[in-house]
């Protein structure tokens, strides 16, 4: 059942940038390699340009394609998912990226396709 919107996903895309940026911080990640820390931070000021770029509800500067987003999306899921066993990351610093990497690729393989009006 796919229902996660175009709109839906533009109402998501703000709060989860902030939140790879902050919750970092409020978890104390980085104990089993710092990178833990820097790479969702980094993420989060990526995420909130993209979607400040996105041709969406919420975009400010609409330049880049919906779909060129969800592919990015789909990308940070997989080097999220990736990342622990890559950079050896353990224990809380693993768990915060296995959630996120799953979180996002379920909202993406959720997407509800366009329906184009002729």
Do not use: C
Request: glycine share 6%; no cysteine; net charge neutral.
């Amino acid at each position: 059942m796919k229902f996660v919107t175009k709109k839906i996903h533009a109402f998501l895309d703000y709060p989860v940038a902030i939140a790879l940026m902050v919750l970092p911080f409020l978890l104390g990640l980085g104990s089993s390699n710092p990178l833990a820390l820097q790479l969702s931070v980094a993420t989060g000021v990526a995420a909130f340009i993209l979607t400040l770029l996105t041709d969406h509800q919420l975009g400010v500067i609409r330049v880049i394609p919906y779909k060129f987003h969800l592919i990015v999306d789909f990308l940070v899921a997989i080097v999220f998912i990736l990342a622990p066993f890559i950079l050896s990351f353990e224990g809380l610093d693993a768990y915060y990226y296995w959630i996120n990497g799953g979180a996002v690729l379920l909202v993406v393989s959720m997407h509800k396709p366009e329906v184009a009006i002729a």
